[in-house]
């Protein structure tokens, strides 16, 4: 499914608001691509400028926000730069969002069906019959039971769960090349959580959408996610595949962030945390925004900003301690073995990969 | 909902019998009687009045006579005009009151709601400055000095429209308005703080994420919902022009339960009080239950709950 | 790439950050819940326009009551229906003349005054001034606008108050008379009582208090019913606080924006009640003033000397528009929603 045509790209993106205190830097020099078909995650804490990226991605800024660099290329198009007339089109056609609340984000007095149908009606000017016929079948793909009898109710009459997957089956209904979900299950619990992400692999699957999947847990992005960005204070620290992050993190915010997660062997122990609270980004601190938090802080942490180091080709990290001066550290000891076992992955896969090439050869 | 009626209109009952109650005692406590607009009398002539208003029998006889009567449609006798049965001075005089009033109120609510939706729309342009201003000059300029202005103005100096009385759709025109401004007032600020919170809100996001364009986003989620939580407010609006019509109705000298009204309390007129206190008060019940009704029909979230109950 | 760049030798010690960094570090002004709304009502210009025109007026019609132009009550029927005239002005309007039979006549050469006599806003028709009616009038109506809403103030919140804590079938019983009396239009609540204490500046502030605090204690009511639920509230619940403190201590301040709110909204409509009533004919009565009967007697004349009834409209809109004014702009400041 995945090819390396990039579909978006985000280049140098920086995002100011102008509140009453000052100017907030809420994105700091963003870049980042999203390849067919794949799924990236973008992690990190609340304020970190997740929202604002993906705002940004379809044109919904607030009012107060400006654009002060940076472009996001989406079909040889800058996004940034389109009119209001072009943003309607690309808008719940070729882009399409999933919101964090399914209990608000429903028009509570219309009709799930014609909710549902609008996109069509809107997009591809389809008559109301037709577009309601497709908005059943998307009724029954996300999987509402009893949809013919459904379609015309109003979103009180379902729970949570249910609502979020009228608001999948609204995002899809056009079958959007991007799909952007916002937080989609953190207001929802845990059962529902699952069933949840498992729809969206599925469909994901059956209509080849590429996802940027915005969330602040670790948990959620271990079995939705090809590629991991790790945002903090409005900035890209890590990225890498997904194994990468997980099991050969190298920003020591990345190490925070999974040795706060509960894995199967925690048991009992308490989980770690990171220390302080993240920058306040009027006035965004000179060098590395992470250091005050960070026990592994070096003094050039303070006057200038780490440039991403290459860990692989797919992975990279900006932090000092990736530096060949930079003293050799150890982080964390949970690190350290998910570490181990990624060494073990590489060597496996290497000899695959080497069985492969043999093959190749052979033939 | 059949349920959900009867308990309404039980309610509604209640509430008449203590107005009714309520209103007779506190008649009951004023002092003054017919004689009071009568030249002197002899005290056999006295007794001969009292007797025949029926202010002779102890007051819980009184108290249950009038009750009675009332379920009948009987008022008693007014004081001030002493051959006339109070029930007639209302029924001749509602008419011109209820046309002014349902005039005001379409006068008042329709142009409120463009004006308040164009307001939150433009929200922090001129526009929204503009009609911020207009609402604010209707609530805060009393209708009886506005009443006087456009008699002034319009009727007297320009000759446009008559100045008072009544006699056809051309007299109704300046007390219509002079009523109208407090309600456009209140409906347009109402709709605009309605709306702003709605345009605010997480499914008009989604609305403009599908690709909606701002009218469409205006014209098929945000007017819709700001518009159902309107019904709530017509009662009030109600209580507003009965209000208003009270001195309106005495500055344009049109025949209504409002003039009436001022009339028989310069006059001490008590049963014509009594009788417009329980016919405001009906009227004002009868208003909010409708509008009770019919927010339970167009809100879906409503219609729900009432019929599970 | 970054490789290339020098670096100091020391660049890579490990930071002693005891002495450099502060992570909690806050950059925008820390500022209480009152300062805040205070700075955002700084901005609404409307609002603070608003705010220093009552003072002005709050000021002149009690100060009036120490030194006023001329005594307001002193009759002067020589002087009756005088056209204000300002000393030095010439413009017409302001400079004692008016139009009487189709032709402009000096009223007060006619009324046989000395040059120096000057009335700014003219006199009434019995020769009383009417700078100080207004501004005496101002006094009557504000004060019976605001001793109203003080009263109704304290009994709709502490019904609201009352109602909301205890919920149950206290509060199903409470809500009930509400609801009876909301169903009565107020104005007729008004007269009625106002009829049985007989009209006078008591029984209309009774009368007008007693018919507003409904709103006043509904609106406390959901507020309460909402905080009563809450952590803090819950907690001083637990910990065995008295219900008398935990309204002091925590309802109260929390529900303070409500209630100042409610009274700037409460103020206007407690000014407009009495002006009706007093236009009426059943509120103040003469020798006293209240911007109402000043409209009343004003509105007799107007055919002829409209600035009789001018006068007293403009000065009762203009507090009627700036207490809204206020209003609004105390709600947009109180309603952190609107922050920006």
Do not use: C
Request: glycine share 8%; hydrophobic share 45%; proline share 5%.
């Amino acid at each position: 499914m995945e090819s390396n045509e990039n579909i978006l790209e985000v280049n140098h993106l920086k995002i100011n608001f102008n509140t009453y205190a000052g100017t907030v830097k809420a994105i700091r020099d963003v870049s980042f691509n999203l390849k067919k078909g794949e799924t990236l995650a973008i992690v990190g804490e609340s304020g970190s400028g997740k929202t604002v990226t993906t705002r940004s991605i379809m044109g919904l800024l607030a009012a107060n926000s400006e654009v002060a660099g940076g472009d996001i290329q989406f079909h040889g198009k800058d996004i940034l730069k389109m009119s209001q007339k072009e943003l309607e089109q690309l808008r719940g056609a070729q882009i399409a969002q999933i919101f964090q609340d399914p209990m608000t984000s429903l028009d509570p007095t219309m009709r799930i069906g014609r909710q549902i149908a609008e996109p069509l009606m809107v997009h591809k000017g389809m008559k109301k019959d037709k577009a309601m016929a497709q908005a059943l079948e998307m009724m029954k793909l996300v999987g509402i039971t009893d949809a013919e009898q459904r379609i015309n109710d109003y979103p009180h009459q379902f729970s949570g769960g249910m609502r979020q997957r009228i608001v999948i089956a609204i995002a899809l209904i056009n079958y959007p090349e991007i799909l952007i979900a916002d937080e989609p299950t953190t207001a929802l619990d845990v059962t529902i959580q699952a069933q949840i992400l498992d729809l969206m692999r599925e469909l994901q699957n059956k209509i080849s959408t590429s996802i940027i999947f915005i969330t602040h847990d670790l948990g959620v992005v271990a079995g939705m996610a090809d590629r991991v960005a790790v945002m903090y204070a409005g900035k890209i620290v890590e990225y890498g595949t997904v194994d990468e992050i997980f099991y050969n993190p190298k920003h020591p915010y990345t190490w925070g962030l999974l040795s706060s997660m509960p894995t199967l062997d925690t048991n009992g122990e308490e989980l770690p945390s990171i220390p302080g609270t993240p920058p306040d980004l009027l006035d965004p601190p000179a060098g590395d925004a992470f250091a005050a938090r960070n026990a592994y802080a070096l003094k050039i942490d303070t006057e200038q900003e780490p440039p991403f180091f290459k860990v692989s080709d797919t992975h990279y990290a900006a932090t000092w301690l990736l530096h060949p001066d930079a003293p050799k550290v150890t982080p964390p000891e949970q690190i350290l073995e998910r570490q181990e076992q990624f060494a073990k992955m590489q060597k496996d896969l290497a000899q695959q990969g080497h069985h492969v090439e043999e093959e190749e050869e052979k033939q | 909902m059949a349920k959900y009626l009867i308990k309404r209109i039980f309610y509604l009952l209640l509430t008449l019998f203590i107005v009714i109650t309520v209103t007779f005692f506190m008649m009951k406590l004023l002092p003054g009687t017919p004689l009071t607009n009568q030249q002197k009398l002899s005290p056999a002539q006295q007794h001969l009045i009292l007797k025949q208003y029926g202010l002779t029998k102890p007051v819980w006889q009184q108290y249950l006579i009038y009750v009675a009567g009332v379920f009948h449609g009987n008022f008693g006798t007014s004081f001030q005009f002493s051959d006339q049965p109070v029930s007639y001075l209302i029924s001749s005089r509602i008419g011109p009151s209820l046309l002014l009033g349902a005039q005001a109120m379409i006068l008042g609510v329709i142009p409120g709601i463009l004006v308040g939706a164009l307001g939150a729309i433009k929200k922090n342009t001129w526009v929204d400055s503009t009609t911020t201003i207009v609402s604010i000059l209707g609530i805060s300029i009393p209708s009886f000095v506005l009443a006087v202005l456009l008699q002034y103005y319009i009727g007297l100096k320009l000759g446009w429209l008559p100045i008072a009385d009544w006699g056809g759709f051309a007299y109704t025109i300046l007390p219509t308005i002079a009523l109208a401004a407090s309600p456009f007032a209140d409906t347009a600020r109402f709709i605009r703080t309605e709306m702003v919170d709605v345009l605010n809100s997480d499914y008009i996001e989604l609305a403009k994420a599908k690709g909606l364009s701002k009218w469409g986003v205006i014209y098929h989620h945000a007017l819709r919902n700001s518009l159902i939580p309107v019904v709530t407010i017509i009662g009030p609006l109600a209580v507003n022009i009965m209000t208003g019509s009270m001195v309106i109705e005495n500055i344009f000298s049109v025949p209504g339960i409002g003039e009436q009204f001022v009339k028989s309390i310069l006059t001490n007129d008590y049963p014509t009080i009594m009788a417009v206190t329980i016919v405001y008060s009906l009227m004002l019940m009868v208003v909010l239950l409708i509008t009770d009704i019919v927010y339970g029909i167009i809100d879906p979230r409503i219609r729900i709950t009432n019929t599970s109950k | 790439m970054a490789d290339e760049v020098k670096l100091p030798a020391d660049a890579f010690e490990p930071l002693d950050k005891s002495k450099h960094l502060d992570s909690e570090k806050i950059s925008a002004p820390n500022l209480t819940f009152m300062q805040d709304a205070w700075r955002r009502l700084k901005k609404n210009k409307g609002a603070i326009i608003a705010m220093t025109l009552l003072i002005i007026f709050f000021v002149m019609a009690f100060g009036s009551a120490f030194i006023s132009p001329h005594n307001p009550n002193a009759v002067n029927p020589q002087y009756a229906n005088l056209p204000p005239k300002w000393p030095g002005v010439g413009i017409n309007g302001f400079n004692g003349t008016l139009v009487q039979a189709g032709s402009r006549v000096d009223a007060y050469k006619a009324a046989g005054a000395a040059s120096s006599v000057h009335y700014w806003l003219g006199t009434d028709y019995l020769g009383r001034d009417l700078l100080s009616r207004i501004l005496y009038g101002t006094r009557i109506s504000l004060t019976v606008a605001v001793v109203a809403t003080l009263v109704d103030l304290l009994f709709g919140v502490t019904f609201g108050l009352f109602s909301g804590w205890k919920g149950g079938r206290i509060d199903n019983f409470m809500q009930r008379i509400i609801e009876i009396i909301m169903s009565i239009p107020t104005l007729v609540v008004v007269v009625l009582l106002i009829l049985v204490l007989k009209p006078g500046m008591m029984s209309i502030t009774i009368a007008i208090a007693f018919s507003s605090w409904t709103t006043m204690a509904r609106l406390i009511r959901a507020q309460t019913l909402e905080l009563k639920e809450q952590e803090y509230v819950l907690a001083a619940k637990t910990l065995g606080e008295s219900s008398i403190k935990i309204a002091f201590k925590h309802l109260l301040p929390n529900l303070s924006s409500i209630i100042i709110i409610q009274t700037m909204f409460t103020i206007p409509s407690a000014i407009f009640f009495e002006a009706f009533l007093s236009y009426v004919g059943i509120g103040i009565s003469s020798p006293k003033a209240s911007l109402g009967t000043l409209l009343n007697d004003g509105q007799k004349n107007f055919q002829f000397l409209p600035y009789q009834m001018w006068y007293p409209a403009i000065v009762l809109s203009i507090i009627m528009i700036a207490f809204n004014v206020f209003a609004d702009g105390l709600r947009d400041a109180f309603d952190p929603q609107s922050k920006g």
